[in-house]
């Protein structure tokens, strides 16, 4: 069956090979990859969010429960200090049936405390957007009114 393997792993058992093609463009890849992260546009969302905004370092998709332990979501970038998701939203959250979700996910998100913050594809290519946006959702943040646990 199918194993699922880190990119450290994976460098480890890469490192000592001889004669595998294209390994340098593969060592290379993996010093770029993040484990724990769903889409490669959450992953371009890290990389901002870590170069721009000067917040620190998001938990990756972590399983957020309110106080009597119902689930409330799954946020790609979760900084649990302040309370602040950052997500991504590509074009599967454009039909309306994932947009209601998503919008009833925002609220529960809210209802916890959490501020949330969404961006698209072109916003990722705004330089320094991504920074302003997350410092300005960051100062919204009430770390006095969250209601929430975080399971990693």
Do not use: I
Not at 9 to 27: A, E, I, N, Q, T
Not at 31 to 59: F, G, I, N, T
Not at 121 to 126: C, S, V
């Amino acid at each position: 069956g199918a194993r699922v393997c880190s990119a450290a792993g994976l460098r480890d058992w890469l490192g000592p090979r001889r004669g595998v093609r294209h390994k340098g463009f593969v060592l290379a890849a993996l010093a770029r990859s993040v484990d724990d992260a769903r889409s490669p546009m959450e992953v371009r969302l890290l990389r901002r969010w870590l170069r721009e905004s000067e917040l620190a370092v998001p938990l990756r998709n972590p399983v957020v429960r309110d106080l009597d332990g119902a689930f409330v979501g799954m946020p790609d970038l979760l900084d649990v200090e302040l309370g602040l998701v950052g997500e991504f939203d590509g074009e599967v959250h454009r039909s309306r049936a994932r947009h209601t979700a998503d919008a009833r996910r925002h609220a529960a998100f809210r209802a916890v405390g959490l501020e949330y913050v969404e961006f698209v594809g072109t916003d990722l290519r705004t330089p320094g957007l991504v920074g302003r946006r997350l410092r300005e959702a960051a100062g919204r943040c009430r770390p006095e009114l969250h209601r929430f646990v975080v399971v990693q």
